[in-house]
């Protein structure tokens, strides 16, 4: 499984992190390892000293797929999920200003939070409708709409399959909205789409 991270698809967001807006998609992965699918608690590296939080999107691929077109993308997908890609920010910052891969500040263990799924038909809507947000002890502090995508599902899709196939229970996250910030131990995140409680999470 395959586990595939779009950087800087809301363009508030890229402006956020004082970068350009992409021209096409690109992607980073994150190991299996980095799966917190039961929503355990998440507990805060050693490592770091400022873990962020990056809600998102998130798309599970449903069948195999190789140079898929947007046209037939809709094909490969029929659920959401809600998602966060926790983000070691101080080691991703040092990596870049030595211009190092940061891998590490991405893919440690637990940092790609998933809720369950839920269909699109029971959504009632489409990949490019989808209003979803984050609370942290119970403030909202992130919240987003799929239509704002720089690059839509089916967009993203057709790009990466270009280069690598696609197998059925591959997770795509979409790309973070602005309003990314640190957690602290003795926070509590939920998140949810549309009205709809996805997980709740504590940070110790």
Not at 13 to 21: D, G, I, L, R, V
Not at 92 to 98: E, I, V
Not at 101 to 114: C, E, M, N, T, Y
Not at 141 to 162: E, K, Y
Request: charged share 20%; aromatic share 10%; glycine share 8%.
């Amino acid at each position: 499984m395959k586990i595939l991270c779009v950087v800087r698809n809301y363009a508030p967001h890229a402006a956020e992190m004082m970068s350009q807006t992409p021209s096409e998609p690109t992607f980073f992965m994150k190991p299996d390892s980095a799966l917190n699918p039961k929503q355990l608690p998440f507990f805060y590296p050693d490592f770091s000293s400022d873990i962020q939080h990056e809600v998102e999107l998130v798309v599970r691929i449903d069948r195999l797929g190789k140079c898929i077109q947007p046209r037939f993308a809709h094909k490969y997908y029929n659920s959401v999920a809600l998602g966060i890609d926790f983000t070691a920010r101080d080691i991703q910052r040092k990596a870049k200003a030595d211009s190092m891969p940061w891998l590490i500040s991405k893919g440690f263990d637990g940092s790609a939070v998933v809720s369950p799924f839920v269909t699109l038909e029971s959504l009632g809507k489409g990949t490019n409708d989808i209003n979803f947000s984050l609370q942290r002890n119970g403030e909202t502090v992130q919240q987003g709409n799929s239509g704002n995508m720089i690059f839509d599902v089916d967009h993203l899709i057709a790009h990466v399959s270009r280069f690598m196939t696609l197998r059925t229970g591959d997770l795509i996250y979409t790309g973070t909205p602005a309003g990314v910030g640190p957690v602290s131990i003795g926070d509590h995140l939920e998140g949810f789409i549309e009205d709809r409680s996805m997980f709740a999470l504590d940070i110790k």
